[in-house]
Structure formats: structure tokens, C-alpha cells
């Protein structure tokens, strides 16, 4: 059996307002990875063209995810930090996939029906193929893990197909090119105990979300203390107390979700909340809410705004990032290159 080097990918959109979900979700799960595993993060930024984006926007949300990166603690000395489009290999690998996932792969994307809606005419070819470049994004690298959240597992499930068949179409070419039984790994899901689902504060049965036209929805990464007070006495509740145990927040969205924010601002159990603040009213346990998430979040916001107002070190951490990346990706590259019979310079 082929023995790869372990390795973790993962990767953040650069569309803007990053949110608590974005933190709690993805962003402060990638920094004790980077003392066990040699990690990868990347500011996908050829994934949020898929969707039209103003260019100057553009450019302004990937310093601020690299900015929530490099704030949250992801040391650039210990992990590679860059953005996507500054390594070709991606855009290449992308379209070797292309020609091995299947269309009825794609067809089953959850996320393309979400996205797309009901006017799958429209869609752009990149909004449905994008699957295919996120399977590149990870095995450019021959990614062991990532960590993954509920609703990319259906893509982690599509990458391993495409790892195998390409495995399996090519074994002849990767077993002469002395690469063993197989080129690519099999990425695992990394998983580190239950991701805080963090959900709009306007209606506590959908994800929180940039998209959503309410700014009271979501508190952001940039938000002061004050926005976040305000956010969180404005965030919608039901009449009743809290319940003393957690099976009473079965069917009550909204006392559920920030019973959850408050558990995994504070780094505590669900129930630790209750049995402090059961049978309390949820005037008093938003004002507690809102200090663990000023108190979290302050020196968070503090330094992205000290970052963002330094464009230069941050695209200087990018561009270093970016060249670190690009040695793995060449490499990469020019082997898929002679397994699958492309003619390249040497």
C-alpha cells in the first residue's frame, strides 16, 4: 500500500462578513492543528468567483480572511497561509478531474441545487464543476485529513471518489512512474469534536450566513463590542424560560442556538449553561451572552483591524505562502502530468 505523509488542507471563502459560524465553524478549529499536522489554508478565492464579485471587494475579503487566519492564531512560520489563485496547480488539477468525475457526480451536489435554485440555466459551468476544483485543492497537496464541517461532507465523499477512479483509471501509468498502488490518497475527514453550528439569530433554524439581507442575523468577526451587545438583546427568543436540562431545547430553535453560542464562546458544556442559567429569563442570560462574546471576540476584531490596516504584511504572508505552496504543487503536477501522458518541458 502507497504510505503518504500526513497533511491537512483546508480552505475559507473570501465573500465577505466573516461571521461567528465562520470562527467557531471552521477558522478556530484550523489553529491546534497546525502543533500535530504540517496544514495547508488557503483563502479560496477561484471558488468565490462562481458567483460574480466586484474585483476591489474581491481583493479586500481575501486579506480579510488571511487577516482572521493570522488573528485567530495560525502562525505562518508553522503552516502555509495563501490564496488559491496565486498557485496555478489548482486551476490545472481542476480540469484533470473534470475529465474523471462523472456528470451524474456532480448532478447529486447538494449545494449546486441550493445555490443554483430554480434557475439552473443561469448557473454558471463553474458553480456545478466547482466540486471538481475542491478535490483539487486538497489533493494537490495529497492531503490526509481536513477538517470538515456537516455540509461539506458530501464534497469530502466526492474528492475520494475522484482520488480512487483516478487511482484506478491510471494504475498501470502510477505503478511504471514508481508511485506505488496509488497516487493520490484517500482523504479522511478530521473531525474534533461536534462543530458549534452557529445559527442566524433572526430565525434559529437556518445557518448563520453572509448572504442574509438582515445584519442583525449574524455578528461579525469586525463587529465592536457595542454591535455585538446590540445584536445579541435584539436576537430573537420564545417566551419561556431556559429548561434546566438540554432536552428541553428540543424544538425551540432560537433558546437552542444561543445556548450553543454561549457553550462554545465559553469553551463549556451545553448543560454547563443550563444548570447555571435554567429557569432564567432571557433578558438576563443575554446580557451574560453578550460579555463571553465581547470578551471572546474583542482581541479577535482588535487584531484584524490592526492587520487590515497593513495590507502590505498580509499580502506579504500570502505571497510567501503562495511560494511555499506552489514547490508542493509542482510537484504534484508534473507527476499527474507524465501519469496521465501530457508531453511537458523538463
Known amino acids: 500500500m502507497a504510505q503518504f505523509t500526513p497533511r491537512v488542507f483546508s480552505g475559507v471563502q473570501p465573500t465577505g462578513n466573516l461571521h461567528l459560524g465562520n470562527y467557531l465553524g471552521a477558522i478556530r478549529r484550523f489553529v491546534p492543528l497546525q502543533d500535530e499536522y504540517p496544514c495547508i489554508y488557503c483563502v479560496v478565492d477561484m471558488h468565490a468567483i462562481t458567483l460574480w464579485q466586484d474585483p476591489a471587494e474581491l481583493r479586500n475579503n481575501i486579506r480579510e480572511v488571511a487577516s482572521a487566519y493570522l488573528a485567530a492564531g495560525i502562525d505562518p512560520k508553522k503552516a502555509i497561509i495563501f490564496n488559491q489563485s496565486q498557485v496555478s496547480g489548482h486551476a490545472e488539477l481542476a480540469w484533470v478531474f473534470n475529465c474523471v468525475a462523472r456528470m451524474g457526480w456532480l448532478s447529486r451536489m447538494t449545494q449546486f441545487k441550493e445555490k443554483a435554485g430554480k434557475d439552473r440555466e443561469n448557473a454558471s459551468v463553474g458553480l456545478f464543476a466547482y466540486p ?38 491510471f494504475a498501470a501509468q502510477i505503478a511504471a512512474e514508481g508511485h506505488g498502488d496509488a497516487f493520490f490518497p484517500i482523504t479522511e475527514p478530521l473531525i474534533q469534536g461536534p462543530a458549534p453550528r452557529v445559527m442566524s439569530l433572526r430565525d434559529g433554524s437556518k445557518k448563520m450566513s453572509k448572504s442574509d439581507p438582515s445584519a442583525y442575523s449574524r455578528i461579525t468577526l469586525t463587529d465592536d463590542a457595542d454591535t455585538i451587545q446590540q445584536k445579541i438583546r435584539k436576537a430573537k427568543t420564545d417566551p419561556e424560560p431556559l429548561p434546566s436540562e438540554t432536552a428541553g431545547l428540543a424544538g425551540r430553535p432560537e433558546a437552542d442556538n444561543l445556548v450553543t453560542m454561549f457553550a462554545a464562546l465559553a469553551g463549556i458544556e451545553r448543560q454547563a449553561v443550563l444548570d447555571r442559567f435554567g429557569g432564567a429569563q432571557f433578558s438576563s442570560f443575554k446580557g451574560e451572552l453578550a460579555d463571553v462574546a465581547v470578551t471572546a471576540l474583542a482581541p479577535l476584531s482588535a487584531e484584524m483591524r490592526r492587520l487590515r490596516a497593513d495590507p502590505g504584511f498580509v499580502d506579504g504572508v500570502l505571497a510567501t505562502g503562495s511560494a511555499k505552496a506552489r514547490d508542493i504543487a509542482t510537484v504534484t503536477m508534473d507527476a499527474v502530468k ?4 501530457f508531453l511537458r518541458a523538463r
Open 132 to 169: 471538481d476544483l475542491m478535490a483539487a485543492d486538497i489533493l494537490l497537496y495529497r492531503a490526509t485529513h481536513v477538517p470538515v464541517g456537516e455540509d461539506q461532507k458530501q464534497h469530502l465523499e466526492l474528492t475520494r471518489d475522484i482520488a480512487q477512479k483516478f487511482n484506478n483509471d
Open 338 to 341: 507524465d501519469i496521465v501522458g
